[in-house]
């Protein structure tokens, strides 16, 4: 019962972050860009809900436009990164021996990078910019997801089902998609949820250095220009730091919910 009560508020968190980003121009009372000069550094209030930053910019507002660009950043590099990786592990997998072995040199070989290490030099090289913070998340991003599916394809690939269809004349396309994909599709959505989380996350820390999204608002920026009032304006980085911490909470719990669910699926069959 307490397991689904927070399964429960883990998925409204989430629902609500993504209703926020989804519908931001007309939930959000001000426009991200309007100025109250006379307000600067104004704390919460009945027409300010989180307060107003050094300009005089409604916060709240802000923020909003803030989830927009976190989650935008976490599902598309989840989804190159899926869509990649799933290809390039179940590849090597399906094929074994030198394609393989080189695939997984060339995964070893990237692993060596400290990831936001390297995130931080593209953009760096490439220039601030969302598109720029995407691409450089998903450079590293598609290794994990190729190392799991490939895990998971040779187990696969040595039970009986599999080889009946490959004794049948499966070729390696229809192997892959209808047969391969639906079973390593679980683990596979574990690790997108785990993805997520860290792409929330990194997407915060290239914004927080002034590497992510030059038009836009986002968690990392806002904490950015509110690290200089800690004191005598802490609303600045108090609400921005807290919807981070929730939305990487929220959703590094909700790959365990799901990890769990899986595990007892697969009990519950047998396997």
Not at 10 to 33: H, Q, S
Request: hydrophobic share 55%.
């Amino acid at each position: 019962m307490r397991q689904r009560l927070a399964l429960g508020l883990v998925i409204l968190v989430i629902a609500l972050f993504c209703a926020a980003a989804i519908f931001a121009g007309k939930i959000a009372p001000f426009a991200p860009e309007d100025q109250e000069l006379c307000a600067g550094l104004a704390g919460p209030s009945h027409w300010h809900w989180l307060g107003q930053d050094k300009l005089g910019r409604d916060v709240f507002s802000r923020m909003l436009y803030g989830a927009r660009v976190s989650l935008l950043v976490g599902v598309s590099v989840v989804l190159i990164s899926a869509l990649v990786g799933f290809w390039v592990g179940a590849l090597a997998g399906a094929l074994g021996g030198m394609v393989d072995q080189l695939i997984m040199r060339v995964i070893d070989l990237l692993m060596a990078f400290p990831g936001i290490l390297l995130a931080i030099a593209l953009v760096a090289v490439l220039g601030p910019g969302l598109g720029n913070v995407i691409l450089a998340l998903s450079v590293l991003g598609w290794v994990g997801y190729a190392r799991l599916v490939r895990a998971q394809v040779l187990v696969e690939r040595e039970k009986a089902y599999f080889e009946s269809a490959r004794a049948l004349g499966a070729g390696r396309l229809r192997l892959i998609f209808r047969h391969l994909a639906p079973n390593v599709s679980g683990p596979v959505l574990v690790q997108a949820s785990f993805g997520l989380a860290g792409a929330v996350l990194s997407e915060a820390s290239l914004s927080f250095l002034g590497l992510g999204s030059q038009k836009m608002p986002s968690f990392g920026s806002l904490l950015s220009h509110g690290i200089n009032f800690l004191r005598t304006a802490p609303h600045l980085t108090i609400f921005p730091g807290l919807a981070v911490f929730l939305l990487v909470v929220s959703f590094n719990l909700l790959g365990d919910f799901l990890g769990d669910y899986l595990r007892v699926e697969d009990k519950g069959r047998g396997r």
